[in-house]
């Protein structure tokens, strides 16, 4: 999974993206106090207990182990957030050939992803945020090309998901259930992750 549009670098500075790959930053909603942060985070969450940052770092978290698995429980019940994008990749494979496909929502606009946050904090220097995505089953739309997807969060669950109690947020982790998402067969130039520009999301034929 890749991601379309999401804006990298630092939260003050955005810088649109068509083709954002693992351990590059993302940009993050979270909330405090009531109020909506935006800030960055690198894709690919380290926990805030880590030993040796230079661990495998996962990219995704199942949202069906994400509340009791080590790797993500803190996060989960302290720390989510929300990734906001235009639209990701997923690959269908037939072979060894690896086809992309875009999914977006049918108007264009942005939609949200559930996602864990973590601050790992070194002995001396700046402290690291990172990030994962949660992924669930794949719903009628996703499912011809991957047997998962990325937890789609609703307009109206933003506010739970980001402060609701750990039971709630668990409700939420379901997939995307609405007819908006649409996909599209793009071209094989996604699949390098150094390509970038907006006609990666032009359909093809």
Known sequence: ???????????????????????????????????????SATWGLLPHWAKDPAMVRPINARAETVAAKPMFRDAFRKARCLLPIDGFYEWQRDGAVRQPWYFHMRDRGPFALAGLLSQWCPATGQPLDSCAVITTSANAVMAPVHDRMPVIVARVDWGAWLSGETTLAEDLLRPFGGDGLVADRVSKRVNKASNDGPDLIEPEC
């Not at 649109?16 to 106090?33: C, F, K, S």
Request: charged share 10%; aromatic share 10%.
């Open 1 to 39: 999974m890749r991601f379309e549009a999401v804006w990298s670098q630092s939260a003050s500075q955005f810088v649109p993206g068509w083709n954002i790959a693992p351990t590059r930053p993302l940009l993050v909603v979270t909330q405090a106090g009531g109020a909506r942060l935006l800030q």
